[in-house]
C-alpha cells in the first residue's frame, strides 16, 4: 500500500495556514468553548448540587437561555475547531517532533485539547438527537472530559501567548499581507464565521422560538402530544398500570406525620395557572400553560414551611431521574407548580398524569412526571 506523504510546512503558504487566521479562530473558538464549559458547568451543579450552590426560580426562563446557550455555542464550535485544525494542519506534522519541553508541552496540549474537543462535540451533538451509540453514561463522561478540554485550552493559551499577541496585533498600513494562494485570510476568516453563522441559525430553532420556522436542522419543534415535546413515554417508564388506577394517591410526608391526597383532593384545592417553558439538557425549550397546586399551598395545606426543601418520587422505579430535590427557593416561589392540566387539558399520560412537577428555571429531567409522593425536609 502506498503510504500517504507528510505534508510539508513550506508547501503551505495560503493565507488560511498564517498565524494571524490561527489566532483570530482560536479567539472565537476560545470564546465558544468557554460560553459551552461554564453553561455546562450550571446545568450539572442545577442537578448535582452542592450545599454551597444557590439557583434561583427567577427569572422564569433563566435555564432556557442557559443551556440554549450551551448548545447553540457548542454547535457554532464545530466549524470553528476545523478551521483551527486546518489553519494549523501543516504544523502538526513539523519535524523534529519535540524541539523543546515547551513544545512538548505545546504538541501534548494540542493533541489532549483535539481529542477533548472532538469528544465533547460529538457525544454532545449525538445527546441532543439523543442518539447513544455507548455504553457510559453520558452527563458524568462529558463533565469529566470537559475539565480536560478546559484545562487543556488554558495550557495551550499559555504556551502559546506570546505567538497569539503578536498574530492579533493589527497589521501597521505599511506592512500589507503578503500576497498568497488561496483564499485570502480575510475571505478564509469570512467563510468560517459564515459556516458557523449558518450552522447556528438551521439548529438555534429548538431552543429560540423566533428561529423554529427558519431552523431547518432543528432536532425539535412545537408538535407533539398536547403541544409539547415528550422525552419518555408513560409505556417507556413503565407507569402506564399505576397511573391510571383508580387507587392512587399522592403522599405527602411532614415532620407531623403523612397525609395522603386523591386526584379528586388535588383539584379541590386552589389552583394556579402560569405559562412557563420546559427546557430540557439537549438544548430544546417549549413555553406552555400549566394549571395546578402552588407549592407553597401545598405545603401550607399539610402543616409545612413554604421553602422548605421536599423529596420528590415518581411512579417510575427504574429511570434515573425517579427522583428529584425541589429546593427551597422553588418550594416557596408561587409559579413552582404540582401540575394537573396543560394547555387548558388534563395532562396526558406521557406528560405525568395524573400530576408531574413543574416548576421556573430548572433542567427538564428534574420536572419529575407521574409523582407519588413528596418528603419534606
Avoid at 432536532?219 to 407533539?224: A, C, I, L, S, V
Avoid at 386526584?263 to 413555553?287: D, F, K, M, N
Wanted: contains cysteine; aromatic residues 8%; glycine residues 8%.
Amino acid at each position: 500500500m502506498k503510504r500517504l506523504p507528510v505534508p510539508d510546512e513550506e508547501r503551505f503558504t495560503a493565507a488560511a495556514h498564517s498565524p494571524r487566521v490561527t489566532a483570530r479562530v482560536g479567539l472565537w473558538l476560545a470564546i465558544t468553548f468557554t460560553t459551552c464549559f461554564v453553561t455546562g458547568l450550571l446545568s450539572h451543579l442545577i442537578q448535582h448540587p452542592p450545599e454551597w450552590f444557590l439557583w434561583p426560580s427567577r427569572p422564569i426562563w433563566l435555564y432556557r437561555v442557559t443551556q440554549g446557550l450551551h448548545v447553540v455555542a457548542g454547535v457554532a464550535s464545530i466549524p470553528l475547531l476545523l478551521a483551527k485544525l486546518w489553519s494549523v494542519y501543516p504544523k502538526l506534522f513539523g519535524k523534529p517532533l519535540v524541539r523543546s519541553i515547551p513544545h512538548a508541552v505545546e504538541r501534548l496540549s494540542i493533541l489532549v485539547l483535539s481529542a477533548a474537543a472532538f469528544f465533547e462535540l460529538t457525544t454532545g451533538l449525538l445527546n441532543v438527537a439523543q442518539n447513544y451509540p455507548w455504553t457510559f453514561y453520558f452527563p458524568q463522561v462529558h463533565y469529566a472530559v470537559a475539565w480536560v478540554a478546559i484545562g487543556s485550552i488554558l495550557v495551550h493559551i499559555a504556551v502559546k501567548l506570546p505567538v497569539i499577541r503578536r498574530a492579533l496585533t493589527r497589521r501597521p498600513a505599511d506592512d500589507p499581507e503578503p500576497p498568497s494562494a488561496g483564499l485570502s485570510r480575510r475571505g478564509f476568516l469570512r467563510t468560517t464565521w459564515l459556516t458557523a453563522g449558518v450552522s447556528v441559525v438551521a439548529t438555534a430553532g429548538a431552543t429560540v422560538p423566533l428561529l423554529r420556522n427558519v431552523s431547518g436542522l432543528s432536532w425539535r419543534t412545537g408538535n407533539g402530544t398536547q403541544g409539547l415535546p415528550v422525552n419518555r413515554t408513560a409505556t417507556a417508564a413503565g407507569v402506564v398500570q399505576a397511573a391510571q388506577a383508580t387507587t392512587w394517591q399522592l403522599s405527602v410526608v411532614t415532620s407531623a406525620g403523612t397525609r395522603t391526597f386523591s386526584l379528586a383532593e388535588l383539584r379541590a384545592l386552589p389552583q394556579t395557572t402560569a405559562e412557563l417553558p420546559i427546557a430540557c439538557v439537549e438544548g430544546w425549550s417549549q413555553s406552555a400553560i400549566w394549571r395546578g397546586v402552588a407549592f407553597p399551598t401545598l405545603l401550607t395545606a399539610v402543616g409545612a414551611q413554604p421553602g422548605a426543601t421536599v423529596r420528590v418520587s415518581s411512579l417510575e422505579r427504574s429511570g434515573l431521574y425517579g427522583v428529584s430535590v425541589l429546593p427551597g427557593e422553588h418550594t416557596a416561589d408561587a409559579l413552582t407548580l404540582l401540575a394537573l392540566e396543560l394547555n387548558g387539558e388534563v395532562l396526558d399520560l406521557d406528560h405525568g398524569f395524573p400530576c408531574r412537577i413543574i416548576a421556573p428555571s430548572r433542567p427538564g429531567v428534574l420536572q419529575t412526571k407521574w409523582v407519588s409522593k413528596l418528603e419534606v425536609w
